[in-house]
């Protein structure tokens, strides 16, 4: 397959960044990938590593007099996007540095960024049993740490039609329409596009 990348040339400034490890390598994701195309989506054109920057917060839950802990980091782009949880703050051993400019940066205001944070635990809680739940309390804040998570993007089509496919690669799975909405709206955002 003669598989073009994303040019860099065309996404921003290059810059380092600091970002979890990948657990697939690109020969993995571009295995993965092909196998999404078809009828549907055409055929894989291009595959490209991209970053996403995530904030971690430190989240507090009271429910029913009990108080748990976690850290969480949440998306710094949309706020959309499933949360990761973390036991402590990614460390060097969990870090890679990359130089890249498939990279948006953040821009979610940090009240906004924290509603939907707290959204998305409320959500999570009540999914576990509506009844189980009495004076809830989602106390959050923001730590200064800041990282990227590295997705790979695969391009399809047929004629003029093109699709967007994510995965995630971290976690190894295939992300929804909100990952490719926040990679399609950033791609439309550059001034090169």
Same mark, same amino acid.
């Given at each position: 397959?003669?598989?073009?990348?994303?040019?860099?040339?065309?996404?921003?400034?290059?810059?380092?960044?600091?970002c979890l490890r990948a657990n697939v390598t690109?020969?993995?994701?571009?295995?993965?990938?092909?196998?999404?195309?078809?009828?549907?989506?055409?055929?894989?054109?291009?595959?490209?590593?991209?970053?996403? &920057?995530?904030?971690?917060?430190? %989240?507090? *839950?009271?429910? =029913?007099? !009990?108080?748990?802990?976690? $850290?969480?980091?949440?998306? /710094?782009?949309?706020?959309?996007?499933?949360?990761?949880?973390?036991?402590?703050? &990614?460390?060097?051993?969990?870090? %890679?540095? *990359?130089?890249? =400019?498939? !990279?948006?940066?953040?821009? $979610?205001?940090?009240?906004? /960024?924290?509603?939907?944070?707290e959204n998305k635990v409320r959500r999570a809680?009540?999914?576990?049993?509506?009844?189980? %739940?009495?004076?809830?309390?989602?106390? !959050?804040?923001?730590?200064?740490?800041?990282?990227?998570?590295?997705?790979?993007?695969?391009?399809?089509?047929?004629?003029?039609?093109?699709?967007?496919?994510?995965?995630?690669? %971290?976690?190894?799975?295939?992300?929804? !329409?909100?990952?490719?909405?926040?990679?399609?709206?950033?791609?439309?955002?550059?001034?090169?596009?």
């Open positions: 397959m003669d598989l073009v990348p994303l040019t860099e040339a065309a996404a921003g400034a290059r810059r380092e960044i600091r690109q020969q993995e994701a571009l295995a993965a990938l092909e196998g999404r195309g078809g009828l549907m989506r055409g055929k894989l054109r291009q595959i490209a590593a991209a970053y996403l &920057p995530f904030r971690l917060y430190h %989240v507090e *839950v009271i429910n =029913r007099g !009990a108080s748990k802990v976690a $850290l969480y980091a949440a998306d /710094a782009v949309s706020g959309a996007l499933d949360l990761y949880e973390f036991k402590a703050a &990614p460390g060097d051993a969990e870090l %890679v540095t *990359v130089t890249t =400019r498939n !990279a948006p940066d953040a821009r $979610l205001e940090l009240q906004v /960024a924290l509603e939907r944070l809680i009540f999914q576990t049993g509506f009844f189980g %739940v009495r004076a809830l309390q989602i106390r !959050a804040r923001p730590l200064e740490v800041e990282f990227h998570v590295p997705y790979w993007l695969g391009f399809f089509g047929q004629g003029e039609r093109a699709t967007l496919q994510a995965m995630d690669a %971290v976690r190894r799975t295939f992300e929804g !329409a909100k990952a490719r909405a926040v990679f399609s709206d950033w791609l439309m955002e550059m001034p090169d596009r």
